[in-house]
């Protein structure tokens, strides 16, 4: 009901913007990227999860290859027993208040993450020590390889114990050592910054960016009168760009697939009071047909409009996944013999039956999300010739976590550039945490080879306990396994970008739309005069 | 002839719409999984000889959807306002029973009336999570007041008609009169505002569906086809919204000329 009124008023915006500054081209970059964060910018309560948080500095960075590279710190080394992170800062780190960054702050919020149960997963976290003013101590409870990736994620904030200091109202006024600093923040509407004076990196090229948290329409809108420079596409309206905007694509590990209930339903509840299970697909032959039904290059073409390729696991071409692990699909006559052999007859409505029970359950997705929606319909077009039915459902996300998440097949998305999400995705430890495992799957060689990878001694040992999770030869949460997930397709993101502007070379996106492209910030060019 | 005149006008309009409802209603048995059927081939086609009004981004026939979506919309519309003036006659009829169920029913419309009732139904089916038993609710329990007002209005006048007074004397009861007098006068005007209430509750259906409170996305109701079609509106499919934007349109006027037809005819 707001949106054209919104539309209007921050076209009118964006546009007084442009005509009161009109030599600010260069200076000041409109962006429309969505993804405004509910709880404000504080790292300890999961702003900047996936990394580059804008405000704050991390310890390490990725290159767009996502190999590390120092960030803060200068230096990073792990003891033999793989239970302490010894880390040496960088001494001309400064806050945006121009005082100095100092281990302290570190050490603080490493401790504070730990504690206040936000995003980030600091649970194998014993202790962070300053151990003096430029290195910092980090103890774990047991070897977790992973670890590492909250050294790449986790901005660093003042203690809490300084002038300035963190504290409850942190996340409406952030002050860190990122390259910008905020100016306005108004929720729901717009968030202003500019370039933090004491930023240790290069300086960025624009002295202010003003990012506008529009719906689509208005986003589309905004971009066609030139009021925004760079702004986030569905791949739908790609083609329908103004001619002083281009198409730039970021690829991505950002997927969508089914996600499968494991149980069957006996009546069992979540934590939450959700029901658990489902008793068509627990059955892993309706859940193998399945992957082998889906004919993921058309849904890439349909549904993507060609933005995007298949997907067959988690964590697509990253280390940490399995590079056989592609199947020949759609092949419907082995799907049909697979359905045959466990036992689903055809019946006169259309549909196998076994043992009464028809093979018919809902494929929910959240309401509000057009590529979900067209996902979920077309893979329930692509099933109907095996005699499954799934019927699409779209229900808000309230409702799908009161409702559906344990057991109704939903289509869901991941996509991180660590390995962690593999464990919580699949260790039977997980089930029923959140959105991850919400499947309960539980298989005890997946979780032996997930808790291998993480004591292993190294990223390389590790990755190959990580792709024996995925398939072992025997076993495996893969498709050739138990078949947990019909991992559909990778994203593609993206966005409109005015001709004028360079973005450099954008890498490869973890899953969310919006925020990761400005992970090259720093490299953005203005091109014309 | 004068008198006769708005009957026809409002049987001809029937015929019309009796029509029109037939082929909504034999649409949901002939069409079969039709508006549904994905044409990959022949994606966002515009309206020609093989795709008589066009396809949507999923190869899916428009004509099919746009009919299916008013065979919803009916469907929807129909129970609304068959809720609705329920709602309106009971609470005439109860106000009729004593002054104090009267001043409770009286202020009970104020207050309805009081509050934008576009917001009122917004809230409605959100809390009921949205479907179209909520859009149903939200539709009827919002839309009976004028109703309500109307009907109280007619029955308090007919309170003081000489063969009430009579039956009264006669000592008949209160639900006797209630039942044998009161009911039968109040049902023709009943059944003109729930023909009026009926194309408004199909605009309502259509508009909250369209908001995303309404109908499931998956169901080919006029308000989703609506709302999808904004999407592809900038990129020229305009025959996305213009066909059940029309049907939708139709549909409403055809069965608001019947209402008033009926209201001048009775």
């Known amino acids: ?529 | 002839m004068n008198a006769t005149q708005p009957r026809l006008r409002a049987l001809a309009c029937s015929g019309f719409v009796a029509l029109l409802l037939l082929a909504l209603l034999s649409g949901q048995w002939w069409l079969g999984d039709l508006p549904g059927r994905m044409q990959f081939d022949a994606r966002l086609a515009p309206p020609g000889v093989d795709h008589w009004l066009g396809t949507d981004a999923l190869g899916r026939e428009l004509w099919a959807r746009t009919l299916a979506g008013l065979g919803l919309s009916f469907q929807v519309g129909f129970l609304a306002a068959l809720l609705g003036s329920a709602i309106a006659l009971g609470l005439a009829l109860l106000a009729t029973l004593s002054p104090r169920l009267d001043a409770l029913v009286r202020l009970l419309i104020d207050t309805l009336l009081s509050v934008p009732h576009l917001i009122l139904l917004l809230l409605i089916a959100f809390a009921l999570g949205g479907g179209l038993q909520a859009v149903v609710i939200a539709v009827a329990t919002t839309h009976w007041p004028g109703l309500a007002r109307v009907l109280r209005a007619e029955l308090f006048q007919l309170r003081t008609a000489p063969y009430i007074d009579i039956s009264r004397a006669l000592g008949k009861s209160r639900g006797f009169i209630l039942l044998h007098h009161f009911l039968p006068h109040a049902l023709p005007h009943c059944l003109v505002g729930a023909l009026l209430l009926f194309p408004h509750a199909i605009l309502h259906e259509a508009a909250l569906t369209f908001l995303g409170v309404g109908l499931s996305p998956s169901q080919p109701a006029i308000g989703i086809l609506l709302a999808d079609a904004m999407r592809y509106l900038s990129g020229g499919y305009w025959w996305l919204g213009v066909f059940p934007g029309l049907g939708l349109l139709l549909m409403v006027l055809s069965i608001e000329r019947i209402a008033h037809g009926l209201r001048r005819a009775l």
């Open chain 1, 1 to 529: 009901m707001l949106s054209p009124l919104r539309t209007l008023i921050l076209g009118a915006a964006a546009g007084c913007l442009m005509i009161a500054n009109p030599a600010s081209a260069k200076e000041q970059l409109v962006l429309a990227i969505g993804g405004e964060p509910e709880q404000g910018f504080d790292p300890l309560l999961g702003w900047g999860q996936y990394g580059n948080p804008l405000f704050q500095s991390t310890l390490l960075s990725r290159r767009a290859d996502l190999d590390l590279e120092p960030e803060l710190a200068t230096a990073w080394t792990l003891s033999d027993d793989q239970l302490t992170w010894t880390i040496t800062l960088r001494d001309d780190a400064r806050f945006s208040d121009g005082s100095a960054l100092t281990a302290n702050d570190v050490a603080y919020t490493f401790n504070a993450a730990a504690q206040a149960g936000g995003r980030a997963d600091l649970s194998a976290l014993k202790e962070a020590t300053a151990l003096d003013d430029h290195r910092v101590a980090l103890t774990l409870h047991q070897p977790r390889i992973t670890f590492v990736d909250q050294l790449v994620t986790l901005g660093i904030v003042p203690a809490a114990s300084r002038e300035n200091g963190h504290g409850e109202d942190y996340g409406r006024h952030p002050l860190g050592s990122g390259p910008y600093q905020l100016v306005e923040w108004q929720e729901g509407e717009q968030l202003i910054v500019k370039r933090n004076p004491y930023f240790y990196g290069q300086t960025p090229d624009f002295e202010r960016l003003v990012f506008l948290f529009t719906g689509e329409d208005a986003t589309l809108n905004a971009a066609r009168t030139g009021g925004v420079d760079l702004a986030a596409l569905p791949p739908a309206l790609a083609n329908a760009l103004p001619s002083h905007m281009r198409a730039v694509t970021m690829q991505s590990v950002d997927n969508r697939g089914i996600m499968f209930p494991m149980q069957p339903a006996q009546g069992e509840r979540a934590p939450s009071g959700a029901l658990i299970g489902n008793d068509v697909t627990a059955d892993i032959a309706i859940r193998r047909a399945i992957n082998l039904a889906l004919d993921r290059p058309t849904l890439v073409d349909v549904v993507l409009n060609g933005f995007g390729r298949p997907a067959f696991g988690p964590a697509d071409g990253l280390p940490w996944s399995r590079r056989d692990e592609d199947i020949q699909a759609p092949d419907l006559e082995q799907a049909n013999a697979l359905l045959d052999a466990a036992g689903w007859q055809r019946q006169g409505d259309g549909l196998r039956h076994k043992q009464g029970q028809p093979a018919r359950f809902r494929l929910t997705y959240p309401a509000g999300d057009s590529t979900r929606q067209l996902l979920a319909e077309v893979s329930a077009e692509m099933v109907r010739p095996l005699g499954i039915e799934m019927q699409p459902t779209g229900r808000h996300w309230d409702d799908i976590q009161r409702l559906a998440l344990h057991q109704d097949a939903v289509v869901m998305g991941f996509g991180s550039h660590s390995p962690q999400e593999i464990y919580y995705l699949y260790h039977s430890q997980h089930a029923g945490n959140g959105f991850y495992n919400s499947g309960y799957y539980a298989n005890p060689a997946v979780d032996h080879h997930l808790e291998a990878a993480q004591a292993a001694a190294n990223t390389h040992a590790a990755n190959r306990h990580w792709q024996a999770a995925q398939w072992d030869g025997e076993t495996g949460y893969g498709v050739r396994g138990d078949a947990s997930w019909a991992w559909m397709v990778n994203l593609a993101h993206v966005y409109a970008v005015d001709t004028c502007l360079d973005v450099g070379d954008l890498g490869v996106a973890p899953h969310g739309h919006g925020w990761p492209v400005t992970a090259n910030l720093l490299e953005w060019r203005w091109t014309c005069d």
